[in-house]
């Protein structure tokens, strides 16, 4: 099944391999910038808003952090690295989002955020799978809430 949330696991070591740059070519700068825009336009309105700011123009200036960043990730021009002042690329994304409580189900609703956009991009599956991949796998790594070993529910 295309888009598929595989389940995380606490402690896993997660592999993954950032996105073949076909993603980027097929978008472009401009393609890539309205995905992201779309993306963060139903967060904005989705269960996981209260993460991010409310206020409108810091939430400006996060979605153009987060564009500037999945450009570069996709093999696009390096404009994120001015962010992170020289610290590995993985390890400082993963930093970033210990300071949100980000629970399985919060990695649900981000993926599940995604796909409904990606849906309805309109390029080769297999280029948009490989793109998944990445985030299924990624976002594994977000992920720092982790349910009690005897508790059925996140
Ligand atoms: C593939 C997985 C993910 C990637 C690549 C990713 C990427 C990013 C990027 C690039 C930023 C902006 C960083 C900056 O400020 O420079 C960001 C911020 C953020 N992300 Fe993620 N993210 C991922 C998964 C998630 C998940 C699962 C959540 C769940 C809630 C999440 C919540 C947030 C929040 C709350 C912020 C910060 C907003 C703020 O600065 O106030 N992210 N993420």
């Not at 070519?25 to 393609?31: S, T």
């Not at 409580?101 to 919060?106: E, G, Q, R, V």
């Not at 299924?136 to 720092?144: A, E, G, I, M, P």
Request: hydrophobic share 35%.
């Amino acid at each position: 099944m295309s888009f598929e949330i595989t389940k995380a696991t606490k402690g896993e070591r997660v592999k993954f391999n950032n996105p073949n740059p076909a993603f980027y070519e097929a978008l472009g700068y401009n393609g890539m910038q309205e995905l992201m825009y779309k993306f963060y336009d139903e967060i904005y309105h989705g269960d996981i808003a209260h993460f991010f700011p409310q206020d409108h123009g810091e939430f400006e200036e996060v979605k153009k952090r987060n564009t500037k960043f999945f450009i570069q990730i996709c093999g696009g021009p390096s404009i994120y690295d001015d962010e992170m002042r020289g610290k590995d690329l993985d390890q400082y994304m993963i930093d970033i989002h210990k300071n949100f409580s980000i629970y399985l189900k919060s990695r649900d609703e981000w993926l599940g955020t995604f796909r409904s956009v990606l849906m309805e991009l309109d390029i080769d599956q297999a280029i948009k799978d490989d793109f998944w991949d990445y985030l299924d796998k990624f976002s594994k790594l977000t992920v720092n809430r982790w349910p009690k070993e005897s508790a059925y529910l996140y």
